[in-house]
C-alpha cells in the first residue's frame, strides 16, 4: 500500500530507509509498506516543475514493483496538483535507475549534464559526493 508519509511515522519508516530529506520542507515522501513494514519511499519536492528525489527501496523489496509503484503514485500526485511534468535526476553512472525511468516513459530534459562535488547535507548526515547527474522528464497526461 502507498501513502503519504505521517509524522508519526517517521521513525518507524526512518529505521528501515534514509528519509534524507525529510525535513527539506519542500515536499513531501510516499511510502509502500506492507501490513505496516515500510519496503520503499520517494519524495516529491513540489517545485515547478515537480521532481522526484530519493527514491530508496529495501534490497530484499528490489524487483518486485516497490519503485514502479511509487514512481506511479508520484506522477498521480503530480496531475491531481496539475503538474504536466515531473522531473528526475539520476547519476549517468546508474544504469538500473536510468533503465527504469525510460522503460516508464522518462526521456532526457534537454538539460545539460551536471556535475556535483563536494558536502551535502541531508538529515541523515553529510555525504561527499563527486558525481555527473543528467536530467530526465515525462510528460504527464492530464485528463
Known amino acids: 500500500m ?6 508519526h511515522d517517521a521513525t518507524n519508516v526512518g529505521s528501515v530507509l534514509g528519509l534524507a530529506r525529510l525535513f527539506q520542507g519542500n515536499g ?6 506492507d501490513d505496516g513494514e515500510p519496503r520503499g519511499h520517494a519524495y516529491v519536492a513540489w517545485s515547478d516543475p515537480p521532481e522526484l528525489q530519493d527514491l530508496e527501496v529495501r534490497i530484499e523489496h528490489r524487483r ?3 519503485a514502479t509503484a511509487l514512481i506511479a503514485a508520484a506522477e498521480t500526485a503530480c496531475r491531481r496538483r496539475g503538474a504536466s511534468l515531473l522531473r528526475v535526476t539520476v547519476s549517468v553512472h546508474n544504469d538500473t535507475a536510468s ?3 525510460r522503460s516508464l516513459g ?4 534537454g538539460v545539460e549534464p551536471y556535475r556535483v562535488t563536494g558536502t551535502i547535507e541531508l538529515r ?4 561527499e559526493v563527486d558525481d555527473v547527474l543528467v536530467t530526465l522528464e515525462k510528460a504527464l497526461d492530464t485528463q
Open 2 to 7: 502507498i501513502r503519504w508519509l505521517e509524522p
Open 28 to 33: 513531501d515522501y510516499l511510502v509502500d509498506s
Open 64 to 66: 518486485c514493483g516497490v
Open 99 to 101: 533503465a527504469l525511468y
Open 106 to 109: 522518462y526521456v532526457d530534459a
Open 124 to 127: 541523515t548526515g553529510p555525504l
